[in-house]
């Protein structure tokens, strides 16, 4: 079974993965599962009905192949800014008609006719496939299809095979933002879409995986068109959590951040009492020991 344990936030702002709502903390330890790495509130880990992971079979990262982690060494980046993205820039990056059209051709000359992209009408927009390999460390929540109007929404949670594969039809126009919802929408997934971020996969000579995580407005097909060869297995596309310390409170929406200021104040007045209640404690007792004293002399 799972072994929970007392977790330290790696950043205040996180998902329950039993009940799927936020978990959000400054001073206060959810519970995490040191096997599996489930984590949850506190109050919902003794709900967990999800056998774990880790007593049914060890996953790993494929990446094209289920021994890979025994070979590579993964490095995680964070794209801060899209000015070090350079010539693979593709929010604001334009290309011309005759370059788009020449690069399209070349690009399809090294992939089979279902994956080939094709050039729309206007000159600027191309469609085609990505594909995107899951790579999800913790379970994910679904709701019952079996819920009536008349009962509350219940969740099941499942994990995804690591390695699992998904195509996905998109235009040069569609963000990465966008991928994320719809990877989850084909999974039927009712988590927060920040729960989740989108990578890009770069396996480097020296036998180096570097999963660079992009940047919410970029563009995965446009990415995939400057990559070139469509057929090499050195890049690609991962679905995996968001791990990242910055919080980007614009994403979150006005009823969401008016409830983090709920939760805020009521941690803040139950931090104080806690504080308050342990230097009591300490006083009570060195009065104790004064008073010891004293009845000794």
Request: aromatic content about 8%.
């Amino acid at each position: 079974g799972h072994n929970f344990e007392a977790y330290e936030l790696k950043e205040w702002v996180n998902w329950c993965d039993a009940c799927g709502s936020v978990i959000l903390s400054l001073f206060r330890k959810c519970v995490s599962c040191s096997k599996c790495k489930m984590v949850c509130h506190e109050k919902c880990a003794t709900t967990v009905s999800l056998t774990c992971e880790a007593d049914q079979h060890v996953r790993s990262l494929t990446l094209n192949d289920p021994n890979a982690l025994n070979r590579y060494k993964t490095i995680v980046q964070e794209t801060k800014d899209e000015t070090t993205l350079k010539e693979f820039n593709t929010i604001h990056r334009v290309l011309s008609t005759e370059e788009i059209q020449e690069r399209i051709e070349n690009f399809n000359q090294t992939v089979k006719g279902s994956q080939q992209m094709t050039l729309q009408d206007n000159g600027e927009t191309f469609r085609g496939f990505i594909r995107v390999s899951m790579n999800l460390m913790r379970p994910v929540s679904v709701h019952d299809s079996t819920k009536t109007s008349r009962k509350p929404t219940r969740k099941a949670s499942f994990y995804i095979d690591k390695g699992a594969l998904k195509a996905l039809h998109l235009t040069s126009d569609t963000t990465s933002e966008l991928v994320v919802q719809a990877l989850l929408n084909k999974y039927s997934i009712s988590d927060n879409p920040m729960k989740f971020a989108l990578f890009e996969k770069q396996v480097r000579e020296e036998g180096h995986v570097i999963l660079r995580k992009m940047l919410p407005r970029e563009r995965p097909l446009f990415l995939r068109l400057l990559w070139g060869n469509g057929n090499s297995d050195k890049r690609g596309f991962i679905l995996q959590e968001n791990e990242s310390r910055d919080i980007h409170w614009e994403s979150f929406s006005v009823a969401e951040l008016l409830m983090f200021i709920k939760i805020l104040d009521k941690e803040e007045n139950d931090y104080i009492a806690e504080i308050k209640r342990k230097y009591k404690n300490k006083e009570t007792d060195i009065r104790n020991a004064i008073s010891h004293q004293s009845k000794r002399s």
